[in-house]
């Protein structure tokens, strides 16, 4: 059968949405506000055809943040979040020819996250945590023989849009 090999990169994930509801709460309760960088879900992985349109695989994603936590008098602190999501993965392609395919799927991972806040004083504040993670792809292509292109769109630890290259043997 076909085996891939992905690396992409996606917008908006679940880390992305889940670190914004605490944000929000957290600054709604403590009245500060958070200026944050996010790099994306940038991800690698690797799938086989178990059957003809079916794909089974892997994947690893890596995903940080970075927030300046201020309050009304100045700066409180920096916050480093990084995240490092392992996954298990399913495709349907239901149109697969030579140069083309359209497929939906879904995957189930473990988010294993660490947290490092430093406050302007220099303390430091260090914890580490792990959810489930899922994502949903409501359709994706991928165009190219050997060497292709992908792009998806869905829900979940791969954001809701994202894409990359791939090479399938």
């Known amino acids: 059968g076909t085996k891939q090999i992905?690396?992409?990169?996606?917008?908006?994930?679940?880390?992305?949405?889940?670190?914004?509801?605490?944000?929000?709460?957290s600054t709604n309760i403590a009245e500060i506000e958070r200026e944050s960088n996010y790099s994306g879900a940038i991800y690698l992985s690797y799938k086989y055809a178990a059957i003809d349109k079916l794909m089974l695989g892997v994947i690893g994603i890596y995903?940080?943040?970075?927030e300046d936590i201020?309050?009304?008098g100045g700066n409180y602190g920096t916050q480093k979040i990084t995240y490092l999501t392992f996954g298990l993965?399913?495709?349907?392609?239901?149109?697969?020819n030579?140069?083309?395919?359209i497929y939906?799927?879904?995957g189930a991972a473990l988010t294993k996250t660490h947290s490092e806040?430093?406050?302007?004083s220099n303390s430091k504040s260090e914890v580490d945590g792990n959810y489930f993670n899922f994502s949903i792809t409501a359709v994706g292509f991928r165009y190219g023989k050997d060497f292709g292109i992908f792009g998806?769109?869905?829900?979940?630890y791969k954001g809701w849009l994202n894409g990359g290259i791939s090479y399938q043997f």
Request: glycine share 10%; aromatic share 22%.
């Open 70 to 72: 201020l309050y009304t």
């Open 63 to 66: 995903e940080n943040s970075n």
């Open 104 to 106: 939906s799927g879904f």
């Open 117 to 120: 806040f430093t406050s302007i």
């Open 152 to 156: 998806e769109f869905g829900f979940g």
């Open 6 to 25: 992905s690396a992409g990169y996606g917008y908006q994930s679940t880390n992305l949405i889940l670190d914004f509801l605490v944000d929000e709460i």
């Open 98 to 101: 030579e140069m083309t395919q």
């Open 89 to 96: 993965e399913l495709d349907y392609r239901y149109y697969n």
